[in-house]
């Protein structure tokens, strides 16, 4: 199984900040890579997949990119909403796996 | 707007049986594969199980195979999760997603059904 690490485990920033946070494949999965989004208590929210291509109504503060082993999620201009866990997926090769998330604290 | 409703979940004992099933609406159900994703409580997500538009293709992750079983009624517009033999480990919410465009990106999300394992 392909095994996703996401650093750092959490981190804290500020509002207006910028905030990025890395996924790593133990293989390469080309661009098959999705972004989640998770507040506390409520189902994930499908922010980007393709690595870096936005799902619809997602905002143009979140980006990512990157392929084969390493991507990245980029936040910009935080508001108090964005804090919450992140989640990287790959869904190159059965089983899909997830990283183990990025707690994103005030 | 697309909507997938879980429901079935519950506190069940070790080694009994659930089904899970997830009620969709708002696409045309008949043409997008499904996936069940879990999250054990205070963990990380764990994806489980795709199906695909049709039913013919189906996909576990190691540590369900041969215990759950998806499936899917297109008539119905309902997913299903049969899960057998449960373990403690499998308590988790469980999660029903439709997939994009048969790609295996998953793109909306139920609010999930908590399934509950425990004697």
């Known amino acids: 199984d392909i095994q996703m690490t996401q650093s750092p485990s959490s981190v804290s920033a500020s509002v207006g900040d910028r905030v990025t946070i890395t996924c790593r494949a133990s293989?390469?999965?080309?661009?098959?890579l999705a972004w989640f989004q998770q507040k506390p208590g409520k189902a994930p929210k499908s922010l980007i997949y393709?690595?870096?291509n936005l799902q619809s109504g997602v905002p143009s503060k979140f980006s990512g990119s990157g392929s084969g082993t390493y991507f990245t999620l980029t936040i910009s201009s935080l508001q108090p909403e964005d804090f919450a866990t992140y989640h990287c997926?790959?869904?190159?090769?059965?089983?899909?796996?997830f990283g183990q998330g990025t707690r994103l604290e005030i | 707007q697309v909507q997938l409703v879980e429901s079935g979940g519950g506190v069940v004992q070790p080694g009994r049986s659930l089904r899970l099933s997830c009620a969709a609406s708002g696409f045309t159900f008949s043409t997008y594969g499904m996936h069940w994703v879990r999250q054990a409580p205070g963990k990380g997500l764990e994806w489980v199980a795709v199906?695909?538009?049709?039913?013919?293709?189906?996909y576990y992750t190691d540590s369900v195979k041969g215990r759950f079983t998806i499936s899917r009624d297109n008539s119905k517009n309902t997913l299903y999760l049969q899960v057998n033999n449960l373990r403690v480990e499998d308590t988790a919410v469980y999660y029903c997603?439709?997939?994009?465009?048969?790609?295996?990106?998953?793109?909306?999300w139920g609010q999930g059904t908590l399934v509950t394992v425990s004697s």
């Open positions: 293989q390469g999965i080309s661009n098959h």
């Open positions: 393709d690595a870096s």
């Open positions: 997926q790959q869904y190159n090769s059965y089983p899909f796996t």
């Open positions: 997603a439709k997939d994009r465009s048969g790609r295996n990106i998953v793109e909306y």
């Open positions: 199906i695909s538009y049709d039913g013919t293709n189906k």
